[in-house]
């Protein structure tokens, strides 16, 4: 029985999940994950990143991929780091558009600096992702690095949560809090405020990065990643945070004392990147990374039951 949360959230279990993505190789900073899911005319897509070690290329792609069970995938589109002259990519966010074209939001590095910044890849289809024009959506500055943005669209209006680093200490730039932003068509886009920081002298004192945003219909439910120092970085643990009630529609109060996932048998403790996936008959199909016990990072799935009788 996978778990609920009492805020609702759906949560990893783990005992059922799946690799639906290996990392590239068994090593320590080799991964597979990053997962951002649509659901389209029947079919599940997934957008995640492929990562090689420092010194050997760190985020060299994002891939698109198809599914008809959600597992088992078709590789449709392949972006690769050097056609943005980026050091890195992290995670990317998929979305189909109320038109129904196919957008990608790119994370990208800046060589030679901690700055990042996110590129827009728009197309007809998930394969023409891969030769679509980009375009900046959000540039970040010198003093704030952006990236791994959560995007949706409601009614006429998009929302995105993206985690935002401050550049001010070279020595600390893996602090982070995820920053809330508006936009009438999702590519310009007008910064809110911040919807999820960290709690000092708890388990994510050090950062939190929104991964997904669960609409429940009376509130809104995330769930995120959070470390408590700079040496939990790439090894985050997931918890849940709910929507203030009077704070505006994207801002949210973490939940508990303590993560409510991480790994059970890996190197390290890093379960993260968790994207809920809403099926038909009310379940959740889940996404997240984790640490194998090899130290390298592999992409799992698995479903979680309905929410209905969560208390």
């Not at 759906?10 to 068994?26: I, R």
């Not at 929507?243 to 996932?261: K, M, N, T, W, Y």
Request: charge should be negative.
């Amino acid at each position: 029985m996978s778990h609920i949360d009492p805020t609702g959230a759906p949560l990893p279990d783990g005992a059922a999940a799946t690799v639906v993505v290996p990392p590239p190789d068994g090593r320590p900073g080799t991964w597979a994950g990053a997962p951002s899911a649509v659901r389209h005319e029947g079919a599940v897509y997934l957008a995640y990143r492929l990562r090689r070690p420092e010194g050997e290329g760190r985020g060299y792609a994002n891939v698109v991929a198809r599914s008809g069970d959600g597992v088992s995938f078709e590789v449709l589109a392949i972006v690769e780091k050097e056609r943005f002259d980026a050091e890195s990519l992290e995670r990317p966010a998929l979305v189909v558009t109320p038109a129904g074209r196919w957008r990608l939001y790119v994370s990208c590095a800046t060589p030679g600096t901690k700055h990042w910044w996110v590129e827009l890849l728009e197309a007809d289809t998930p394969e023409g992702l891969a030769s679509a024009p980009s375009v900046t959506v959000l540039p970040g500055s010198d003093e704030l690095a952006v990236k791994d943005p959560v995007v949706q669209s409601h009614g006429g209006q998009w929302h995105l949560w993206a985690s935002v680093h401050p550049l001010d200490d070279p020595d600390a730039t893996d602090r982070m809090t995820t920053e809330y932003a508006t936009s009438p068509d999702g590519v310009a886009w007008t910064w809110q405020g911040t919807a999820l920081a960290p709690r000092p002298g708890e388990w994510d004192a050090r950062g939190v990065r929104v991964s997904t945003v669960v609409d429940l219909g009376d509130r809104l439910v995330a769930l995120y990643d959070g470390r408590a120092s700079a040496g939990e970085n790439w090894e985050e643990r997931t918890g849940v945070a709910v929507s203030l009630p009077d704070g505006g529609f994207g801002r949210f109060r973490a939940e508990g004392s303590g993560p409510v996932a991480e790994a059970a048998d890996g190197a390290g403790p890093g379960l993260r990147y968790v994207h809920a996936l809403p099926l038909p008959g009310g379940e959740y199909r889940l996404y997240y990374e984790v640490t194998r016990p090899d130290g390298a990072h592999e992409l799992r799935s698995e479903v979680v039951p309905a929410l209905v009788g969560a208390t």
